[in-house]
């Protein structure tokens, strides 16, 4: 292949990529309202599960989430078939995250969350999957079709969207609690953020 191919290649996985985000913003995110009210009503910790890719996308949503002033972890699903689903409690909320909704492991996962009695958040394109019939929530997100995700099978385009999604909770669990760039430097002291963090919370505290 030569460099105008894959110029070409790339050219038209960016403008898929653009058009299918695009769909995102005519998606009803009245989601987003009901699982910020389940976790701020639960008031107990908060999961977030997936496996591959979606496992990947999960471990950052946790991390936004706890940056943000919502305490979050991220566990893997075979960690959880492997004693540490014990940790979940009750008042305890999973989002699990897969695109097509048929990973075993994170089923069998989800199930014994369920039963120790989370409230069960899935986001997926396919709100008809063994996953998401154990949900409480179900988030069904726009499908991304090939070549956005090529082959309609790897999730590429399709992570940005769920990425999207988290980071719209995120914010607004952070506005709901009035959570401060004060207590965000607290624990993030270091790179960037905290090199520019007495600027950014005076902005803040302005513009709030």
Avoid at 92 to 100: T, Y
Avoid at 165 to 182: E, V
Wanted: glycine share 8%.
């Amino acid at each position: 292949m030569g460099m105008l191919e894959d110029k070409t290649l790339v050219i038209a996985h960016l403008q898929s990529a653009l058009k299918a985000l695009s769909e995102i913003e005519k998606h009803d995110f009245q989601s987003v309202l009901d699982v910020a009210k389940i976790i701020e009503t639960k008031n107990g910790k908060v999961f977030v599960s997936g496996i591959g890719t979606s496992g990947t996308t999960a471990r950052r949503m946790a991390h936004l989430l706890s940056v943000t002033g919502t305490p979050a972890i991220y566990l893997h699903p075979a960690d959880g078939l492997h004693g540490s689903v014990a940790a979940i409690e009750k008042n305890d909320v999973l989002i699990a995250l897969s695109k097509g909704g048929k990973s075993a492991e994170l089923i069998k996962f989800t199930q014994l969350a369920k039963d120790y009695g989370a409230s069960i958040i899935v986001l997926t394109e396919s709100s008809s999957s063994p996953l998401a019939k154990l949900a409480d929530v179900v988030v069904s997100l726009p499908e991304v079709a090939h070549p956005a995700d090529p082959a309609s099978m790897i999730a590429m385009t399709s992570t940005l969207a769920i990425s999207l999604w988290g980071d719209c909770l995120s914010l607004l669990l952070m506005s709901h609690s009035g959570y401060g760039w004060d207590q965000i430097l607290k624990s993030h002291p270091a790179g960037a953020v905290g090199e520019a963090g007495l600027t950014e919370s005076a902005k803040w505290e302005k513009n709030k």
